[in-house]
């Protein structure tokens, strides 16, 4: 709804208590199209969980299995201890990086159906 009906509404409803007349009833909205109905079988992604989806690698949708499996894969390549020829710096990152995998992980076991 327009801002210029709102505001004559919002008027007219003024007035009218003023004047001790009854404000005519609101008009019904006016949709402009279909109103989009999200399917009840796919419900709206969290962008936490998308994201989650984007550091295993894995396409937004992907089963529990599929997500296991990348998080086990990503964890034996980036986690320090597999890595000790190292140096220091890129012993944190790849720290890191295993911190940002586990989370990943986490809030996919949360969100991802239990099989």
């Given at each position: 709804?327009?801002?210029?009906?709102?505001?004559?509404?919002?008027?007219?409803?003024?007035?009218s208590?003023?004047?001790?007349?009854?404000?005519?009833?609101?008009?019904?909205?006016?949709?402009?199209?279909?109103?989009?109905?999200?399917?009840?079988?796919?419900p709206?992604?969290?962008?936490?969980?998308?994201?989650?989806?984007?550091?295993?690698?894995?396409?937004?949708g992907?089963?529990?299995?599929?997500?296991?499996?990348?998080w086990?894969?990503?964890m034996?390549r980036?986690?320090?201890?597999?890595?000790?020829?190292?140096?220091?710096?890129?012993?944190?990152r790849a720290?890191e990086?295993?911190?940002?995998?586990?989370s990943?992980?986490e809030?996919?076991?949360?969100?991802?159906?239990?099989?």
């Open positions: 709804m327009g801002i210029w009906r709102r505001l004559s509404r919002l008027v007219r409803a003024e007035v208590h003023h004047s001790g007349r009854k404000a005519p009833a609101p008009e019904p909205a006016a949709s402009s199209g279909p109103s989009p109905d999200p399917s009840p079988e796919r709206q992604t969290p962008p936490q969980v998308a994201r989650a989806y984007g550091v295993l690698g894995v396409k937004v992907g089963d529990r299995e599929t997500c296991r499996e990348a086990i894969e990503l034996k980036h986690h320090p201890d597999h890595n000790q020829d190292l140096d220091a710096e890129s012993r944190h720290q990086r295993t911190l940002e995998i586990q990943a992980w809030t996919l076991d949360e969100w991802l159906p239990a099989q």
